[in-house]
């Protein structure tokens, strides 16, 4: 139980192209969905947190406007990265809050040509 | 502001031997204490959750202890195995967060055969 899958796996898109990422949690229903970016090498960063029929709460230093958090459901969020550019490239990973637990989607690895 | 360290940032040791794996952070009001492996470009894999009521988690051959008042904690790995190569990260829910996670940069871990 308790699984979140990401869609796509992988994607590449050339330069000023915007590119969505869904997020789902298969099994569970998920008030609070996260979104993280992970650059090769460092830890998880936590971009923003994705709350079911509000606006999305970035952290500081993410611009809202680029990266567009839709949590329409309680098993969808989406991750949109608008006019992508090459520095965007990074592995974004999802997570979905069920009974104090978070899980973790399987990332989706985003390469901006 | 809660800050979370993981000391070594890599380690490698021949295989069968026990190790352990260090995580501290500075605020103690926590209120879970999470231990994830990612396999490299890819998601990651929850191991074992301590309540900041618990001193202890065992799941298999890891055991992982949690000292919240030093602001500490262990993962051990009994009998290492190549397959357990990959990195760990810690991560720590605060009291008051909306299950938000603090994360570690992580131990790369490589076990030689």
């Known amino acids: 139980g308790a699984v979140v899958s990401q869609h796509p796996s992988w994607v590449i898109c050339k330069s000023g192209t915007s590119v969505k990422i869904e997020c789902r949690s298969l099994?569970?229903?998920?008030?609070?969905m996260f979104w993280y970016r992970q650059f090769p090498k460092q830890s998880l960063m936590l971009m923003a947190t994705s709350n079911e029929g509000s606006k999305a709460t970035y952290e500081q230093g993410v611009e809202k406007d680029k990266f567009l958090i839709n949590h329409a459901s309680l098993t969808l969020s989406t991750l949109t990265v608008t006019s992508a550019h090459p520095e965007d490239s990074s592995f974004y990973i999802c997570?979905?809050?069920?009974?104090?637990?978070?899980?973790f989607g399987p990332g989706t690895r985003l390469t901006v040509l | 502001k809660q800050e979370v360290t993981q000391i070594p940032a890599a380690l490698s040791v021949p295989e069968g031997e026990n190790l352990v794996l260090n995580c501290s952070f500075t605020?103690?009001?926590?209120?879970?204490l999470q231990w994830f492996r990612q396999d490299p470009g890819k998601g990651l894999t929850s191991l074992l959750l301590i309540q900041s009521s618990q001193r202890e988690q065992t799941s298999g051959r890891l055991n992982a202890s949690l000292d919240k008042s030093s602001g500490r904690s262990t993962l051990y790995i009994a009998a290492s195995q190549p397959g357990d190569s990959a990195t760990y990260l810690c991560a720590v829910r605060l009291e008051d967060s909306n299950y938000q996670l603090i994360w570690g940069a992580g131990t790369k871990l490589i076990i030689k055969p």
């Open positions: 605020d103690s009001a926590i209120y879970n």
């Open positions: 099994d569970f229903q998920a008030t609070t």
């Open positions: 997570s979905a809050s069920f009974k104090d637990t978070q899980y």
